[in-house]
């Protein structure tokens, strides 16, 4: 069904992605009640194994020149601008709908990071300038870090009066941080071990690729790191240096 639509509505541009979601809601529990699924854990594990290889594809089409070109915005954008977005959110939740605290709260956190999924498949269609595509790109890999933080405050301050402290904010800074160191070891020690294999069969060669992908985000999240924020950025070292196939 997805195919099929989206094949229909590709004239008009419309995103692969909101025909998923669509189709998903009116197949599932809330309209037509064909298949009731409810398992959390492995609608995340499934959703998260997509989005690193999303974010890996992102940093490496992303070329060196651009993203300096646009690091400093892309930052801020991945910092206060989802500070910006959830505070008028939670506002106009808040007072325009006549939202509890809780539940405006809780909502303006979770969707104020913006989807890189969504914004991944809406950019490949559209002819943007380079800069401004980059900036958005680079903004949604890197806005992983703010928005669990976010999402972290909020919850502790609801469940127990406290906003978390110093060790959340600590947290925070280790995400942002060490996510990126990780990616970047991991691409170079693969770009090394990819350069020094003697084989003819490139078939290794797809299959090591994708092994380094999954293992870079599963390293980063072991170490409580952005996994998201390590696969981009790995993606990004790799796809600027040459390696063999």
Known sequence: VVVLVAALLDHWSVPVILVALATGIIFGSDVLGVWDF?????????????????LFQGGFSTKREDFRAVALPAGGLATWGVLLTAGVTFGALRWGLEWSVERSLLLAVIVSSTDAAAIFSILRRQSLPSKLS?????????????AILL????????ASGESGGVSTVLAFFWKFGAGPLVGYALARGSLWLINRLRT????????????????TYGIAEAVRASGMLAAFTAGFVMGNRPFVH
Do not use: C, H, K, W
């Not at 980059?134 to 703010?146: F, K, L, R």
């Not at 999402?151 to 609801?158: G, M, Q, S």
């Not at 078939?203 to 994708?210: A, E, H």
């Open 151 to 158: 999402t972290l405050v909020a919850i502790a301050a609801l």
């Open 38 to 54: 409810s398992d959390v854990m492995l609608a995340n594990q499934v959703a998260n194994m997509a989005l690193v290889f999303i």
């Open 134 to 146: 980059s900036t958005v790109e680079i903004e949604s890999g890197a806005n992983d870090p703010m």
């Open 200 to 215: 003819d069969d490139r078939g290794y060669y797809y299959v090591l690729f994708l092994g380094v992908v999954l293992l």
